[in-house]
């Protein structure tokens, strides 16, 4: 089963920069929306940013002007540059894609990564 591979967490600390990188494992085809989540410690999921395959980009309030999503429609590759980085962006960051499992199978499919973690020290 193919699995998103992400890079690039670490410690850091505030105001900082860190920058995340998303592959897949395997072959995925005609992928669609790529997008970045996090998960904070005790709480949920939340979207970070999208980018469709337009080359459309959207951010949660929270990080708009500080993060930038990008990606590599050759290489199935999302980015994740993160800049003047606060502690309420610690979190377990999650790298999500939608595409289908061969060109023959019409269905969409969403994967996900393991999760990298991402903590800023104040």
């Known amino acids: 089963q193919v699995q998103l591979v992400e890079s690039g967490g670490g410690l850091v600390q505030t105001g900082g920069s860190l920058r995340l990188s998303c592959t897949p494992s395997?072959?995925?085809?005609?992928?669609?929306?790529m997008a970045w989540y996090r998960q904070p410690a005790g709480k949920q999921r939340e979207l970070v940013a999208t980018?469709?395959?337009?080359?459309?980009?959207s951010y949660a309030d929270s990080v708009k002007g500080r993060f930038t999503i990008s990606r590599d429609n050759a290489k199935n590759t999302v980015l994740l540059q993160m800049n003047s980085l606060k502690p309420e962006d610690t979190a377990i960051y999650y790298c999500?894609?939608?595409?289908?499992?061969?060109?023959?199978?019409?269905?969409?499919?969403?994967?996900w990564g393991q999760g990298t973690q991402v903590t800023v020290s104040s």
């Open positions: 999500n894609m939608r595409g289908r499992r061969s060109r023959s199978d019409p269905r969409e499919y969403a994967y």
């Open positions: 395997g072959s995925i085809f005609g992928i669609n929306d």
């Open positions: 980018s469709t395959r337009s080359g459309s980009t």
